[in-house]
């Protein structure tokens, strides 16, 4: 028998527990009809935690997010827990913490757009059906982590803020080969996106780029593009692209363009890989974009679809279950087409559910699906 598939659950705040309880259903499913086993534990992290340990994340929840193949992660955060005076007690802090210690460098932001959600885009039908494109973002290097940085105060009574953009050669290689990886598995195709024409750490990616291109992706194809431009040509033909790699601080811009082109926060996944070990596999984190939206908490309103298309990202990437990962997405656009909106996506003349209700129908499509 192979060895269960481990899965820490951190729900963590306010629609965490409630979009999570959704993927446990899921998983319950796949238990009973696929014969896929998971060994779920679960934690507190954000909010909740500080609530229960004084610090948004202990050292025990860090070590089994360590151990396992793969941790899910709801939202964190909430007026109660929002303490300007100590940066550490924030919820954000232990997700931050996460990151940091799993080593996540690669962050993968799908836009995805639904047929059946095509209207709640604010551009063009025309221009966004059938989008599908993946944005992987350097998560820990760059200008947000660069040396030296700070604030400080000039002879003549100005003051200078300094933030330094930094990248090595292995910082590029291990996230370029993420997305060259990822190509191989969708259209092939890989556009780099920075500003070598003004910066020179833009200068060493597109260099970095190139060469690993060479010497072991030459079978994928591989554009260069100034991010500025990339800016403009995501909304100008978003399609032309399939994989885009790009920094942290860029990264940060473009995926979120890329999301809104989508229409919905309810509806984006994303995943944070890290280094593969000796037998392929990476550490992983798998979350929806969103937050924990404090003001429908608890009210069985949330979208639980970001989240469980975030599982669907965990079943093809930490655990190999592509058919799995496929038939989740799908039962996802059946239920959407079949006209099932939580309130954020509703439309006019669409049937509209809670939280739970969208959840019961997504199991009702996957048991069509598998049957
Ligand atoms: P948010 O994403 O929580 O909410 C923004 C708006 O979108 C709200 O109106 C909310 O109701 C709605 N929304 C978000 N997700 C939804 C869903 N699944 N279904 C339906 N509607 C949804 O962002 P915010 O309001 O800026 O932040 C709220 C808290 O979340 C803050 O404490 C913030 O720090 C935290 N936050 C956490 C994360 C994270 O855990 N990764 C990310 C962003 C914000």
């Given at each position: 028998?192979?060895a269960?598939?481990k899965?820490?659950?951190?729900?963590g705040d306010?629609i965490g527990?409630e979009?999570?309880?959704q993927?446990?259903r899921v998983?319950?499913?796949?238990?009973?009809?696929r014969k896929v086993?998971?060994?779920?534990?679960?934690?507190?992290?954000?909010?909740?935690a500080?609530d229960?340990?004084?610090?948004p994340?202990?050292?025990a929840?860090?070590?089994?997010?360590l151990a396992v193949?793969?941790?899910?992660?709801?939202?964190?955060g909430g007026p109660?827990?929002?303490?300007?005076?100590d940066?550490?007690?924030?919820?954000?802090a232990g997700l931050?913490?996460?990151?940091k210690e799993?080593?996540l460098?690669?962050?993968l932001?799908?836009?995805?757009?639904f047929d059946?959600?095509v209207d709640a885009?604010?551009?063009?039908?025309?221009i966004?059906?059938?989008l599908?494109?993946?944005?992987?973002?350097?998560l820990?290097?760059?200008v947000?982590?660069?040396?030296?940085?700070?604030?400080?105060e000039?002879?003549n009574?100005?003051r200078?803020?300094?933030n330094?953009q930094?990248?090595?050669?292995?910082e590029?290689?291990r996230?370029?080969?993420?997305?060259?990886?990822?190509?191989?598995k969708?259209?092939?195709?890989?556009h780099s996106m920075?500003k070598?024409n003004?910066?020179e750490?833009?200068?060493?990616?597109?260099?970095e780029?190139?060469?690993l291109?060479?010497e072991?992706y030459?079978d994928?194809?591989?554009?260069?593009?100034y991010?500025?431009?990339?800016?403009?040509?995501l909304l100008?033909?978003p399609k032309?692209?399939d994989?885009?790699?790009?920094?942290?601080l860029?990264?940060?811009?473009?995926s979120?363009?890329?999301?809104?082109?989508?229409?919905?926060?309810g509806?984006l996944?994303s995943a944070s890989?890290?280094a593969a070990?000796a037998n392929?596999?990476?550490?992983a984190?798998y979350?929806?974009v969103h937050?924990?939206?404090?003001?429908?908490a608890g009210?069985?309103?949330a979208n639980p679809c970001?989240?469980l298309?975030s599982?669907a990202?965990?079943?093809?990437y930490?655990?190999?279950?592509?058919?799995d990962a496929?038939m989740?997405?799908?039962?996802?656009?059946?239920?959407l087409?079949?006209?099932?909106?939580?309130?954020?996506?509703?439309?006019?003349g669409?049937a509209r559910c809670?939280?739970?209700?969208?959840?019961?129908?997504?199991l009702?499509?996957?048991d069509?699906l598998?049957?």
């Amino acid at each position: 028998m192979p060895a269960n598939k481990k899965l820490l659950f951190l729900p963590g705040d306010g629609i965490g527990p409630e979009v999570m309880r959704q993927v446990r259903r899921v998983i319950d499913w796949m238990d009973r009809k696929r014969k896929v086993t998971f060994d779920v534990t679960e934690g507190l992290v954000g909010g909740a935690a500080i609530d229960a340990h004084g610090t948004p994340l202990t050292d025990a929840t860090l070590a089994d997010a360590l151990a396992v193949d793969a941790v899910m992660l709801g939202a964190v955060g909430g007026p109660k827990w929002d303490n300007p005076t100590d940066y550490m007690k924030r919820p954000e802090a232990g997700l931050l913490r996460l990151r940091k210690e799993l080593g996540l460098f690669a962050n993968l932001r799908p836009a995805t757009v639904f047929d059946a959600l095509v209207d709640a885009s604010t551009l063009k039908p025309e221009i966004i059906k059938g989008l599908d494109i993946m944005i992987v973002r350097e998560l820990t290097g760059g200008v947000y982590f660069g040396e030296p940085r700070g604030i400080e105060e000039l002879p003549n009574g100005e003051r200078r803020g300094v933030n330094t953009q930094v990248y090595t050669t292995s910082e590029i290689r291990r996230v370029a080969s993420v997305a060259f990886e990822l190509a191989r598995k969708r259209s092939n195709k890989v556009h780099s996106m920075e500003k070598a024409n003004v910066m020179e750490s833009g200068l060493l990616w597109r260099q970095e780029v190139t060469k690993l291109h060479q010497e072991q992706y030459s079978d994928v194809t591989l554009e260069h593009m100034y991010a500025d431009n990339g800016a403009m040509q995501l909304l100008k033909n978003p399609k032309q692209f399939d994989v885009i790699v790009t920094d942290n601080l860029f990264g940060d811009i473009l995926s979120d363009e890329a999301a809104m082109m989508t229409g919905s926060l309810g509806m984006l996944p994303s995943a944070s890989l890290g280094a593969a070990d000796a037998n392929g596999n990476r550490k992983a984190l798998y979350e929806p974009v969103h937050g924990s939206a404090p003001d429908i908490a608890g009210k069985d309103l949330a979208n639980p679809c970001a989240t469980l298309l975030s599982f669907a990202m965990a079943l093809r990437y930490s655990f190999n279950l592509d058919d799995d990962a496929k038939m989740l997405e799908k039962a996802v656009q059946n239920v959407l087409g079949g006209g099932m909106r939580t309130a954020d996506i509703m439309a006019p003349g669409m049937a509209r559910c809670s939280t739970t209700v969208m959840g019961d129908s997504i199991l009702r499509e996957l048991d069509k699906l598998s049957s």
